[in-house]
């Protein structure tokens, strides 16, 4: 029996065994072993061989067995146990097993086995069994069997066993049996039962592929044993249906391929719509790059949106008749099928059902968090769903790479993904096959990653798991559908976002052909503008795009009945006014009648036309009508005293009075009746001469349409079946009454226009007193014609054909065309269409009396009336008809009106017959950028005598058009936006438009191929993109991006990837990680145990994936360095493992006796050679030795002198203690200790230094780490300050300038870098100062490039900004050193700032000091169309000022910046002087110049950049030019004594009597008696004053000690002196 190996399998006695625990042999298991007989083989290797029955049971890393007839399995402490006869078996990560002499396998109700010979039984996380004489093996109810001798078994979650005599087994992951064994493959639920008797399958092949066909029962080799149950249902496949048969695409045969599938329709993913995606063999999808990887990375950060169900390292390659491929197939509902129904009936049931179980979640509490491990981003449901849109891709049967080693175990994996949309919303379904996912089995290094990347780094999903080994057992996951192996997930956030594409599409996909609806459409298009108006067959409709539209005016039935008027589109442009438009997405079209189908209609075309790029889908069932084939309708008329216009263009005069029969079509299909009354003359109806009063007209099963001219003789009066009057004021320009087969509308000129289904049209036009009428007949009508408008078919000499079918000549004189022929035609009472007003008959509206005046001789009939002829003949010349009409109504000016009347509808008909040129090309264009394209047009008109004028309205850049040859020019040189018209216009201003209905475009650079087997990208009307393939390095919709190949981590997981800059191509992936072997791109793990040079293990190596570890062997240990081993030295560790007197030896220990005692034969322990007597004192053990008892002690103690009792041995005193460092003694031994700063070693006796630097690293992250004996020192870097444990950055930009005066310092962390100023230059790179940046010269750049702005570049600080700015500047230098103009001369380019406006990057270019070549070859070169991956749209370049920012100059302190065309110059400011020295501007101390600056009674003071001059004492000036004295001579009068306060003089007048500003005022003495008088008067006046504030004083103390308490009268008189006389005193002080 074969089993797959776990990862820990021990088979050892335990408590829990059921086994004798003695006499046990422990087995080291070994790499290989054989057995021959019956017997159990334990061994933890990948390969095994049995030469006999046998019971295969490989251990993990750790395996323990004793032999025994039979086998004991310890449980472990995850186990069940019950008392049973039976063990339940099933793989777990810890597996206990002893063998046994015989193993029984039945399998239960419902078994699943692979046709092979072998039974495989996979892992579970729990598995426990007990000891029995048999093993027993019984498949779980969820297991599943095929037709063979095997068994498969699922792997189960948990299994609980109970004690009893039968065997536990734990798989292994391969075995080769050449005899009778049993291969039991995982299931979900094992359970192995007792049996009587031993079950065995015979003719069993070995084989590791498992297959999925129904199995029978293995046939016992014993009759008489019990068979096995096998159900022979297999399980429901998890999978849509798939491959060949499906009718799926499927490829393979190849490593690393991938398939374009441009969708019908497209999907929404994350944030946009896409329609093509690339199917990788690596198990996923993306939607924007055709590049696929062989190695995941974690999705964060991928760039590419991609959707993933097991990205891994598929190698599709065929070995081993193992055939790996990709199938995949789309379903729309557009061409649905009863199989891609059910598709669509499944998928709409997984969707809702994983929403429902969303839901239940969304109600359970949790967190956005947990939703968001669990169901991704986007976890809103969508109400309703249903699919419409399916795509299935399953990759089955996937080998891990490389196949041609990894095939020959026959384990694959088989997945699918499932995308489903609504048409909006989009949804993920990752669906893995029933044991599907073998690789799990064998392939435990192999890594794959399941989720989705959205595109935009850090916006992704991973399930738990992605990237563990663990994932490879995907299949047995229960799936975030509530079942197994199944998942699912929103692909869109609850945003709006509509479909456009989809909705058309579902349109296009429910219409007929086009010639369903325009097979009865049988009037094409008028050719102009003009013949429209003429054309009354169409009326106004509207507008498509903005353009103005006809529609004819009655609609034509299609196949089914439904009703369609043709809409036909010209242009107002006014170099093609009038022209008619074709195609999409401006031409014309096809309009349902039913207004509801019309809406439908309209909204198509928004979401054809407008909202998508499919027009083109949309008039490939509504195609834009032409005007092949369109003949306007012909044109008669009547005016004046009628004068008529034959259809065939003759005119005559008839002057009769009655109602006649103006025209018959096609026996009576069409019939117009007029009817005629005397003119006016004078206001009186009393001419000689007849005017149209009247018409009535119908269509065959039309209503009857009446027209009379009112009695105000200045409108209409309108009667439809004469039951329906209407008025003009009823009817307007813009809008038509319909009747049955008749329309009713008002002309652009106010005429009524009736017009029949037929084409057949009329209009009346009200003339003073009269009517003019015009008729329209289409050609279908023409052939049988009768009536007053004559015999229409083309040959004017019949048109005076009568009733009976005679003719009169048709140069007969108007006296016989009025009796011959005319009043043949006046009709009778029961002819008549007219409705009569009351009390009026026919007979009321005719004469047969009437005699007209006929045109013989035009003068006579004016009677004479000389003037009036006169005015006449100036106003009508020689226009017969306009005589006569005003010789008969006296009224020139109406006469005129006729006149005027007849030739505008002359002339209508002359330009309707007028046709523009024709114009024809190629109807698609073929196209190669980059190559010229010629085409020649045919041009002419079809009007005799037009001259033709060909003008180019709209070309690409690069094309022409010949005026002479008509021949088409256009050398390719852009891609997009391209529209041509070229437009050919007659002499009489007709014109047409020729305009290639599709443009097939080839562009794909660099190397790129045009793929015509793909489908056209439609990016405008009639731009159809050729989709490319792209040569290696390049990437974009035309090869121009340099495809950066290591974006996606093509490379093995950490390993550098490079990638070479296009025009090379690829990548180069650096070494693979330690442990591996290969070349970076693909990797596997590398034995370094299979080679002793490749491993430094001493004893043991064990090999695992990327690496190894190594082991000692029984009886040693690790040394610290974790490669070397050291004997344990037992009898240290343990002082009691032997009972006296230990020996250590390598790898072991012999335990031996004092004298006088044996070694027992547990060879531990002793016993007395002869027992001492019953009464010996001895505390511990006694022997006789020499007849006498002697006491002896056990190891680790020492016998006291009373020769009796044991105590310890202090062996830290004795010196028998071996310890380095510390020791601490222990009872019957000792322990060894380390000082602070040392670990003990393994040995428990020597110490060895702690080095902290390399351990915990205590000291900062930014400094360095010194370990010394016991201690570390921390000291900070270069760069940063602090006490080593706390370091903190320097900035040396803030404390000086290291760069110098050229360069702009940045500071980093721990360091500092250097970037020279725009216009300054250093040839190497990594400045550690500015001093080597030379001046050069510098430009302004502005830089227009086509992207997107986002709105993290107006930070400057941030890594998207930075990016960006890194990136575009490289492409720019790169541009310029591409360039021989440029190469040499431009240095560098900076970017300062990023603004909006698609982005705008100002930069600054510097060039070489000797640039010649001026501003417009920088700005050519840049303005090239491409940059790197850049589309430039405009480059703008001027000189850069360099002064407007300080820190884009080097003038420092007192130096002026001066900007120059190129560059700047440093002057030094006003008052300073550049010191060649010192290198800077110093001070000028104008001070000391001679002669002096300042004034000779001035002192001079110098200041920084300037000076000052000061006026000397008693001088007063500006100091510079003038300092005069302040006190002049004489200033001060009469010997005063003049001096200065404040730049004024004053003076001390010294005179006595002298006074003023300037002592100039004497003043004479007062004699003695004055002084006397004055003196005394003072006296008496102060003597006065004093009395009478005393008085007042008194006054009022009186009052006050009236109004107190007495205690209060004495405060105030005590305190009221002292503040009367402190106030006083203040006042006085004031004074």
């Given at each position: ?768 007193g009269l009517i003019s009428i015009a008729v329209n007949a289409p050609s279908s009508l023409q052939g049988q014609s009768v009536g007053l408008l004559g015999t229409w078919n083309g040959d004017m000499n019949d048109d005076f054909t009568r009733p009976d079918g005679t003719k009169i000549p048709i140069n007969a004189t108007e006296f016989e065309v009025y009796y011959g022929f005319g009043e043949k035609w006046k009709i009778n009472e029961t002819q008549s269409l007219f409705t009569y007003p009351p ?793």
């Amino acid at each position: 029996m074969y089993f797959a190996p776990s990862s820990s399998t021990h088979s050892a006695p335990s408590s829990s065994s059921s086994g004798p625990a003695s006499s046990s042999t422990h087995i080291q298991p070994t790499s290989s072993m054989v057995h021959s007989s019956t017997s159990t083989y334990v061994a933890p290797s990948s390969s095994m061989v049995h030469s006999s029955s046998s019971t295969y049971v490989p251990p993990s890393s750790s395996t323990h067995s004793a032999p025994s007839s039979s086998t004991h399995v310890a449980p472990s402490s995850s186990t069940h146990s019950a008392p049973s006869s039976s063990t339940h078996v099933v793989p777990s990560s810890s597996t206990h097993s002893v063998p046994s002499s015989s193993t029984h396998v039945a399998p239960s109700s419902s078994t699943h086995s692979v046709p092979s010979s072998s039974t495989h039984v996979a892992p579970s996380s729990s598995s426990h069994s007990a000891p029995s004489s048999s093993t027993h093996v019984q498949p779980s109810s969820s297991s599943h069997s095929a037709p063979s001798s095997s068994i498969h078994f699922q792997p189960s979650s948990s299994s609980h066993s109970a004690p009893s005599s039968s065997t536990h087994v734990r798989p292994s992951s391969s075995l080769v049996h050449s005899s009778t064994s049993t291969y039991v493959a995982p299931t979900s639920s094992s359970h192995f039962a007792h049996s009587s008797s031993m079950t065995s399958f015979s003719s069993i092949s070995p084989t590791m592929q498992t297959q999925s066909t129904p199995t029978i029962a293995a046939t016992p080799t014993n009759p008489s044993s019990t068979t096995a149950n096998v159900v022979t249902t297999p399980p429901p496949s998890r999978l849509y249906p798939h491959g060949s048969s499906q009718g799926d695409t499927c490829f393979g045969n190849r490593f690393l391929i991938r398939r374009r599938l441009r969708l019908k329709s497209p999907i929404y993913f994350a944030n946009k719509f896409y329609q093509t995606l690339y199917i990788c063999s690596s198990g996923y999808v993306t939607f924007r790059y055709s590049h696929c990887y062989y190695y995941p990375s974690q999705f964060r950060y991928y760039n590419v949106p991609l959707v993933a169900p097991f990205f891994s390292g598929n190698d599709m390659r065929q070995y081993y008749n193992i055939k790996s491929r990709v199938c995949y197939q789309e379903y729309t509902t557009f061409t649905s099928s009863s199989s891609s129904q059910s598709i669509f009936t499944r998928a709409t049931t997984d969707v809702n059902q994983f929403q429902s179980y969303l839901n239940s979640n969304l109600h359970a509490n949790w967190t956005t968090a947990q939703l968001t491990a669990k169901f991704g981003l986007f976890h809103q449901t969508v109400d309703n769903f249903v699919a419409k849109h399916v795509i299935v891709i399953t990759w089955s049967d996937m080998v891990p790479y490389p196949s041609y080693y990894y095939s020959r175990f026959g384990l694959t994996n088989t997945f699918q993904l499932v995308l489903v949309s609504n048409g909006e919303n989009t949804f993920a379904l990752y669906n893995y096959e029933v044991d599907g996912m073998q690789w799990w089995r064998r392939f435990h290094g192999v890594r794959a990653r399941v989720g989705y990347a959205t595109g935009t780094s850090h916006v992704y999903h991973e399930i738990a798991k992605s990237g563990h080994r663990d994932i490879l057992k995907i299949d047995s996951f229960l799936g975030n559908t509530g079942m197994t192996g199944k998942w699912a997930f929103r692909l869109d956030p609850n945003t709006f976002h509509v479909n456009y594409v989809q909705k058309c599409l579902a349109w296009w996909y429910n219409q007929y052909h086009i010639s369903y609806y325009n097979q009865f459409m049988n009037s094409p298009c008028p050719c102009t503008w003009r013949q429209v108006w003429f054309d009354r067959r169409f009326n106004w409709w509207g507008s498509v795009a903005r353009y103005p539209c006809a529609q004819s005016r009655f609609s034509s039935p299609t196949l089914n009945g439904d009703r369609m008027h043709r809409v036909c589109c010209y242009t107002t442009n006014s170099r093609r006014f009038g022209a008619l438009m074709h195609g999409s997405p401006n031409g014309g079209t096809l309009t349902y009648a039913n207004r509801q189908l019309r809406n439908l209609d309209n909204e198509a075309y928004q979401n054809c036309c407008i909202r998508s790029r499919l027009c083109y889908l949309y008039y490939n069932k509504r195609s834009s009508g032409s005007c092949r084939g369109y003949r306007p309708p012909r044109r008669t008329w009547f005016w004046g005293d009628p004068h008529i216009r034959t259809l065939d263009g003759k005119q005559y005069t008839f002057n009769g009075l009655g109602e006649y029969n103006l025209i018959n079509l096609q026996n009576d299909y069409v019939m117009i009746q007029a009817r005629t009354s005397q003119a006016l003359v004078n206001g009186t109806r009393s001419a000689k001469a007849t005017v149209f009063s009247a018409v009535a007209a119908k269509q065959n099963n039309s209503d009857v349409v009446q027209a009379t001219l009112n009695d105000q003789n200045d409108g209409l009066d309108i009667l439809v079946n004469g039951n329906i009057s209407l008025t003009m004021n009823d009817l307007s320009q813009n809008q038509t009454r319909e009747f049955n087969n008749v329309d009713l509308a008002l002309s652009q000129n106010g005429s009524l226009v009736v017009a029949f289904s037929s084409g057949a049209s009329l209009e009346v036009t009200v003339l003073p007193g009269l009517i003019s009428i015009a008729v329209n007949a289409p050609s279908s009508l023409q052939g049988q014609s009768v009536g007053l408008l004559g015999t229409w078919n083309g040959d004017m000499n019949d048109d005076f054909t009568r009733p009976d079918g005679t003719k009169i000549p048709i140069n007969a004189t108007e006296f016989e065309v009025y009796y011959g022929f005319g009043e043949k035609w006046k009709i009778n009472e029961t002819q008549s269409l007219f409705t009569y007003p009351p009390g009026t008959t026919y007979h009321n509206f005719t004469d047969p009396n009437f005699i007209p005046q006929f045109t013989d001789n035009i003068t006579a009939l004016f009677g004479g009336d000389t003037a009036l002829y006169q005015q006449a003949l100036s106003s009508c010349g020689n226009d017969i008809p306009c005589l006569y009409d005003a010789s008969q109504t006296l009224d020139v000016e109406l006469a005129v009106q006729g006149k005027d009347t007849a030739e505008g509808y002359e002339e209508a008909e002359n330009e309707a017959e007028n046709f523009p040129p024709v114009i024809t090309g190629p109807s698609t264009m073929n196209v190669t950028y980059g190559e010229v394209f010629t085409a020649a047009l045919s041009i002419s008109d079809p009007n005799t005598g037009d001259s033709i004028t060909v003008t180019a309205d709209s070309i690409p850049t690069g094309a022409s058009l010949d005026p002479t040859s008509y021949r088409f020019t256009w050398n390719v040189s852009s891609y997009t936006n391209i529209s041509i018209q070229i437009v050919a216009r007659d002499s009489k201003g007709a014109a047409s438009i020729y305009s290639p209905t599709q443009i097939l475009m080839c562009y794909c650079a660099n190397g790129g191929v045009c793929d015509y087997t793909g489908e056209t990208v439609e990016d405008s009307s009639s731009i159809s993109q050729i989709p490319c393939v792209c040569a290696d390095g390049w990437s974009g919709d035309h090869c121009t991006v340099d495809f950066d190949s290591c974006a996606n981590f093509p490379c093995y997981e950490n390993v550098t990837c490079t990638d070479n800059q296009a025009p090379l191509t690829g990548y180069k992936c650096g070494s693979c990680p330690q442990g591996y072997t290969g070349d970076g791109q693909f990797c596997s793990d590398f034995d370094e145990c299979a080679n002793s040079t490749t491993h430094n293990c001493q004893q043991v190596c064990v090999n695992t994936v990327g690496s190894y570890s190594c082991s000692c062997h029984s009886g040693y240990e690790f040394n610290s360095d974790g490669k070397t081993c050291s004997d344990i030295d037992e009898c240290f560790k343990n002082s009691q493992i032997c009972s006296q007197v230990c020996t250590n030896t390598n790898g072991s220990y012999i335990c031996s006796c004092n004298s006088g005692f044996k070694l027992n034969s547990d060879n531990k322990t002793c016993t007395a050679l002869t027992s001492c007597s019953s009464n010996n004192n001895c505390s511990e053990s006694c022997t006789r030795i020499n007849g006498k008892d002697q006491c002896a002690c056990r190891n680790g103690y020492v016998l006291q002198s009373d020769g009796i009792s044991c105590a310890d041995r202090n062996e830290c005193l004795d010196n028998t203690a071996m310890c380095q460092m510390l020791c601490n003694n222990t009872a019957g031994g000792y322990e060894c200790g380390c000082g602070s700063g040392y670990t003990l070693n393994a040995d428990g006796r020597t110490c060895t230094d702690i080095n902290e630097c390399s351990t915990s690293n205590p000291c900062d992250a930014n400094a360095n780490c010194q370990n010394t004996a016991g201690s570390y020192v921390c000291s900070c870097k270069s760069g940063y300050t602090g006490n080593g444990k706390t370091c903190s950055d320097i900035n040396e930009c803030s404390t000086k300038n290291p760069c110098g005066n050229n360069a702009n310092c940045f500071n980093s962390i721990g360091s500092y870098n250097c970037q020279c100023k725009p216009g300054f230059y250093a040839g190497g790179s990594n400045l550690q100062n500015g001093n080597s940046c030379q001046k050069e010269t510098a430009y302004q750049l502005a830089v227009k490039v086509d992207a997107t702005f986002n709105p993290l570049f107006n930070d400057k600080t941030s890594t998207a900004y930075k990016n960006e700015v890194a990136k575009l500047q490289a492409a720019i230098l790169s541009a310029y050193q591409n360039n021989s103009q440029t190469v040499n001369e431009v240095k560098t380019v900076t970017i300062t700032n990023l603004r909006q406006g698609s982005v705008i990057a100002d930069c600054v270019v510097t060039v070489l000091k000797n640039y010649t070549r001026g501003t417009t070859v920088l700005k050519n070169v840049i303005q090239t169309g491409t940059v790197s991956s850049y589309i430039i749209q405009s480059a703008n370049i001027s000189d850069y000022n360099e002064c407007a920012n300080s820190a884009d100059n080097s003038c420092v302190g007192n130096q002026q910046c001066i900007n120059t065309i190129g560059s700047y110059t440093c002057n030094c400011s006003t008052g300073y002087l550049f010191n060649a020295t010192q290198q800077q501007c110093v001070d000028i101390n104008e001070c000391k110049t001679s002669p002096s600056v300042c004034h000779i009674n001035a002192n001079c003071i110098n200041t920084a950049g300037s000076y000052q001059c000061q006026c000397k004492s008693g001088y007063i000036g500006n100091g510079k030019s003038n300092c005069t004295l302040v006190c002049t001579p004489n200033y001060c009068s009469g010997n005063g004594i003049c001096y200065v306060t404040n730049n004024t003089p004053k003076c001390n007048c010294t005179t006595p009597g002298a006074s003023g500003s300037q002592c100039a005022r004497i003043t004479a003495p007062l004699s003695t008696g004055a002084i006397v008088g004055v003196s005394i008067g003072s006296i008496v006046g102060i003597l006065f004053i004093i009395a009478l504030v005393f008085l007042i004083y008194r006054h009022s103390k009186s009052k006050q000690r009236r109004a107190v308490t007495p205690d209060q009268g004495l405060l105030t008189s005590r305190k009221s002196p002292q503040s009367a006389f402190e106030e006083n005193e203040g006042n006085e002080h004031q004074c």
